[in-house]
T-cell receptor, first 114, second 112 residues
Framework: DQQVKQNSPSLSVQEGRISILNCDYT??????FLWYKKYPAEGPTFLIS?????DKNEDGRFTVFLNKSAKHLSLHIVPSQPGDSAVYFC?????????????FGQGTELSVKP | KAGVTQTPRYLIKTRGQQVTLSCSPI?????VSWYQQTPGQGLQFLFE???????NKGNFPGRFSGRQFSNSRSEMNVSTLELGDSALYLC???????????FGPGTRLTVL
């Protein structure tokens, strides 16, 4: 039972354009969501997070949108740069006594072409 | 501030052996979580330690165990290694657990 799903294994965009990565979840108890960027053989690097009390959070070129009714979140990268090419994971957790347990999606490999 | 460190970075073992991996969290972080990454299963939660106590556990067999010391450093142990245990093992730390987790570089374990 996959509680966090990233249905697009890969995404290719042109440099300077917008990248939109999507994530769906099934567990309505999730109330904290994060996006991580990962290169092969390295640990994930935290990008941005959002609490369920918000519907948008922005940090520089990265914006995360949360639609609780649809159980859907998305990460927008504007403008996309070749250095953004990596695998992006969304993750979710239940703050209600679940502590440090993140449930990850399968990842989306983003390729930004010059 | 120094990030999460993991040792060793690479390890090669044979079936049946046991292995211990180490993780030093960011200073001031009391929660340490462990994850296994494989091509087929993605990133899966193993367990979390907070103040030397296991607070959460994922769906892994009892061969996978861990502990946390008073300085928040953590170790995980895998006994009776199987070929399927070959993976990247990641450790993450956070202040309280239910907040942003920061990952180390991982330990690449290969079981032959």
């Amino acid at each position: 039972d996959q509680q966090v799903k990233q249905n697009s294994p890969s995404l290719s965009v042109q440099e300077g354009r917008i990248s939109i990565l999507n994530c769906d979840y099934t567990n309505s108890m999730f109330d904290y969501f994060l996006w991580y960027k990962k290169y092969p053989a390295e640990g994930p690097t935290f990008l941005i997070s959002i609490s369920s009390i918000k519907d948008k959070n922005e940090d520089g070129r990265f914006t995360v949108f949360l639609n609780k009714s649809a159980k859907h979140l998305s990460l927008h990268i504007v403008p996309s740069q070749p250095g953004d090419s990596a695998v992006y994971f969304c993750a979710a957790s239940e703050n209600n006594n679940q502590g440090g347990k993140l449930i990850f999606g399968q990842g989306t490999e983003l390729s930004v072409k010059p | 501030k120094a990030g999460v460190t993991q040792t060793p970075r690479y390890l090669i073992k044979t079936r049946g052996q046991q292995v211990t991996l180490s993780c030093s969290p960011i200073s001031g972080h009391r929660s340490v979580s462990w994850y296994q990454q494989t091509p087929g299963q993605g990133l899966q939660f193993l367990f979390e330690y907070f103040s030397e106590t296991q607070r959460n556990k994922g769906n892994f067999p009892g061969r996978f165990s861990g502990r946390q010391f008073s300085n928040s450093r953590s170790e995980m142990n895998v006994s009776t290694l199987e070929l399927g245990d070959s993976a990247l093992y990641l450790c993450a730390s956070s202040r309280l657990g239910a907040d942003t987790q920061y990952f180390g570089p991982g330990t690449r374990l290969t079981v032959l």
